[in-house]
C-alpha cells in the first residue's frame, strides 16, 4: 500500500502581524479637522475610514480609548493646488492633498511607537467644482492613508 503524505501551507493576505495573546484591543480616538480649508464631513469619515479598516482586516475591539494599541492624530491640511496649466494659461488640473498627522501607541511594546505624517492626493480637471468631485475624491484618499496607517502600525510592511 502506498502512503502519501502533504504539507499545507497556509497565508494571511490581510497582513496583520498581531500577538492576539498579548494585544486585544485597538482605541482609534477621533481625527479633528485643524486645516486652514474644512470640509465638514472629512473628520467624520476618516475616523470612521480608519475603524472600518481594522475591524475588517483583525480581530481587536475596537475602543474609542484605552486601547492596548492607541491611534490618535488630526487632519493637519486639506489644500487645493492648481497642476497642469492650458494654453489660455489657465489652470485645467487641480490637486487636493489631504495630510493627517498620527501618533501610533503601542502600550504592549512601547518601542513600536511613533508619530508620523501621511499625506495623500487626487487630481480633478478644474472644469468641475471642488463640490461635485470632492466626496469622491476624500474617499480615496482615505483608504490610500488608512492602508498606509494599518501596515504600519500591524502590518508591519
Known amino acids: ?41 472629512l473628520s467624520n469619515n476618516l475616523s470612521e475610514g480608519i475603524r472600518d479598516l481594522y475591524s475588517r482586516q483583525t480581530r481587536l475591539t475596537i475602543l474609542r480609548k484605552g486601547g492596548d494599541l492607541e491611534l490618535e492624530g488630526e487632519i493637519t491640511g486639506y489644500t487645493l493646488t492648481p497642476m497642469a496649466i492650458s494654453a489660455d494659461s489657465y489652470s485645467s488640473e487641480t490637486k487636493l492633498t489631504l495630510t493627517i498627522k498620527v501618533r501610533f501607541t503601542n502600550n504592549v511594546a512601547p518601542e513600536e511607537s511613533f508619530e508620523k505624517t501621511y ?18 475624491l476624500c474617499s480615496v484618499m482615505i483608504t490610500e492613508i488608512a492602508e498606509n496607517i494599518y501596515n504600519d502600525t500591524v502590518a508591519k510592511w
Open 1 to 41: 500500500m502506498l502512503m502519501m503524505q502533504s504539507c499545507v501551507i497556509s497565508y494571511k493576505f490581510n497582513g496583520a502581524s498581531i500577538d492576539y495573546a498579548k494585544i486585544h484591543s485597538i482605541s482609534i480616538a477621533d481625527f479633528p479637522n485643524n486645516a486652514a480649508l474644512v470640509y465638514a464631513q
Open 119 to 136: 499625506s495623500a492626493f487626487q487630481t480633478f480637471d478644474s472644469s468641475q467644482l471642488l463640490t461635485d468631485v470632492q466626496e469622491e
